[in-house]
């Protein structure tokens, strides 16, 4: 076994319980036994080699390749494990610091995203087929972090939960005009459309979310009230009594965060309430995993909250709340992990092993950075006045009481609230949220 990663393992790995095969049939066990077993199997020397200096890139690349196999447990098992013993660094080692360094170094030259470049980066993970998504996601297709009030919460739920949580904080009122920046496969906007009754306009760069997005808005019979374009949001001219964006600021990256909201600043009118859904980091600054930046999200980058209120402080608005939410991605990952493992022989017919092996990475690292590693998601509600929104955040789940009511009698069903809530929040009538909801200090 390459000598290198023998040290690290012995050093550095004294929680869990993990046994490396070298390639040369050696064996190391390291941990105290806790948790689950994990045995990898090195299959060449090189992988050994490559992972020793490099793990926060190579051990994916080298799993992707087949260089590396689970022989016992799982490659998420293996994650938790690098987790609990290296912290939310990954990088013990000080030659694994100075790659960190080096990539923190070089970030703004990863995440330089003008509008082509977005299409191309947008494109290489957003269209592949649908037919990939749908094997793992919810009917409904949310691909972004659901709302779990308990672990047992089904995804389907969660997602539902989900989009009634944000429309409760957008203070939707029917007829108003919603844009929905990064729309997806149109979710969202047909949620609001059809239970707040809103005119909602999404924008995507994904002609396949687009086509799909379209697809269902005319199924739903919304066309007429939902329009979803191929669209930067740089080049949106048109005001907006709300605006939301969910799972898409993670693409826009650190170089243009003044731009984004400065531009969407312009596009709120000045009574207006925007909501941004982003996974964020507890964490300082730093640098997007280079698995993940060059395998699955090239141009993005998670920020830090500090690095998000630099950029909102200097554009216009206003913060009126934030929630974090800690664990609700950890566990929509681990559905969609678990869907997608069920049915990884339709993924490996679509694509290739090495694909689903690299896919498997992925969901499996990101569950495990969710659980141990310091990301979380943000939901930063913001406004050009203070007093566009109530002072108290009681009409959150009043807002939410009355939309669980609507969804009922316009044809979403799904989860309500229990029975002994408050009358008064459920007594609303015409309007989609309680008239109590809507004034600044009402």
């Known amino acids: 076994m390459n000598t290198l990663l023998r040290s690290f393992l012995e050093h550095y790995i004294t929680s869990g319980n993990l046994t490396v095969i070298g390639s040369n049939g050696e064996k190391v066990v390291v941990g105290d036994g806790s948790g689950p077993k994990v045995v990898v199997r090195f ?69 330089i995203n003008t509008k082509i470049q977005s299409i191309g980066n947008v494109q290489r993970h957003y269209d592949l087929s649908a037919d990939l998504y749908r094997i793992f996601l919810d009917p409904d297709m949310q691909y972004s972090c659901a709302y779990f009030p308990t672990p047992e919460t089904g995804i389907a739920e969660a997602q539902l939960l989900k989009k009634r949580h944000i429309a409760a904080k957008l203070l939707l009122e029917e007829g108003q005009d919603v844009l929905d920046i990064g729309c997806g496969w149109g979710g969202m906007g047909l949620y609001m459309a059809r239970v707040a009754r809103a005119r909602v306009d999404g924008v995507t760069l994904s002609d396949e979310q687009l086509a799909i997005a379209r697809q269902r808005a005319g199924a739903e019979g919304l066309s007429g009230q939902v329009g979803f374009r191929l669209q930067d949001y740089r080049e949106i001219e048109q005001q907006y009594d709300r605006i939301v964006s969910v799972g898409m600021f993670e693409h826009v990256g650190i170089n243009h965060f003044d731009g984004f909201f400065r531009k969407t600043a312009s596009l709120l009118r000045e009574d207006g309430v925007m909501l941004l859904h982003t996974i964020g980091r507890a964490d300082p600054p730093g640098a997007t995993n280079p698995f993940l930046r060059r395998y699955i ?143 600044g200090r009402s």
């Open 43 to 111: 299959n060449a020397a090189s992988a050994e080699r490559a992972v020793a200096t490099n793990p926060a890139l190579k051990l994916g690349e080298c799993f992707m390749d087949g260089e590396i196999d689970i022989v016992e447990g799982t490659i998420y098992d293996l994650n938790m494990i690098g987790y609990a013993n290296a912290g939310r660094g990954l990088m013990p080692a000080v030659w694994m610091k100075a790659f960190e360094k080096m990539r923190i170094a070089a970030r703004r030259l990863h995440q």
């Open 297 to 439: 999200f090239p141009g993005g980058y998670i920020p830090a909250l500090s690095e998000v209120m630099h950029s909102v402080e200097k554009s216009g608005l206003v913060v009126t709340d934030i929630e974090v939410l800690r664990l609700h991605y950890a566990d929509t990952l681990r559905a969609w992990r678990t869907a997608f493992m069920a049915r990884r022989d339709e993924v490996k017919a679509l694509y290739d092993e090495a694909f689903c092996r690299m896919w498997e990475f992925y969901l499996a690292g990101s569950e495990a950075s969710f659980r141990e590693g310091g990301m979380v998601v943000f939901q930063i509600q913001l406004a050009h006045r203070v007093d566009n929104v109530p002072v108290t955040r009681d009409y959150i789940a009043a807002a939410e009481c009355t939309l669980a009511r609507l969804e009922s009698e316009r044809g979403i069903p799904g989860p309500a609230w229990p029975d002994d809530w408050s009358a008064d929040w459920l007594s609303g009538e015409g309007a989609a949220l309680p008239a109590a909801a809507h004034g």
